[in-house]
């Protein structure tokens, strides 16, 4: 009697780990279809993603010139979001500014957003001035934020209409800051 004992106790437990790693298995494969289905991105999407549509908006420049999302059917426009208490936002910003003085069409195509109190943000917007139509919101609920679905920082994007519809999508979302922009 005890070998039999013995022996469904063994198998009780081998169910039991199957169970488990089962478990975990299924766990794996749920984070796994969750990762493939943001494109592979690992970390949650932090404003608009490649092809999706920009919603309308407008608002006003730091130099008074009006901006909406018609201001961006009009061939590729490079699109960023900082935030000035954001470090990576602080490292990224000098390559951003070289690359926007080359990006084609000057600074009618380029539109960056700063995100923040004035007196934290009022170094960034004049650095971002002389190559970009800037932007100044003080939370990631103003008309430009909303727009883009901003949730995080630094974002840089380039934005073009659908030949579809016309309507401003973003056609690259993943900007190397450190190739220089070819000449068209």
Known sequence: MTPLIAALVFVGALCVLNFVLSLGMIKRLRDQAEILNRNGRTSPPIAVGMGDEIA?????????????????????????????????????LPKFVDFAASFPGGREQVLATVVGEPEAAADMLERLRPVARVV??????????????????????????????GRPIVTAERIDLDVPVPAR
């Not at 590729?76 to 490292?91: G, M, Y």
């Not at 100044?136 to 519809?165: C, I, M, Q, R």
């Open 136 to 165: 100044h919101e003080t939370s990631n609920e103003g008309a430009v934020s909303t727009a883009f679905d901003l949730k995080g920082f630094p974002v840089v994007l380039v934005v073009a209409p659908s030949v579809e519809h």
């Open 56 to 92: 309308k908006f407008a608002t006003l420049t730091e130099d008074a010139e009006p901006v909406d999302d018609e201001s961006l059917r009009h061939g590729d426009t490079l699109v960023a979001f900082f935030s000035p208490t954001c470090r990576p936002c602080q490292e990224k």
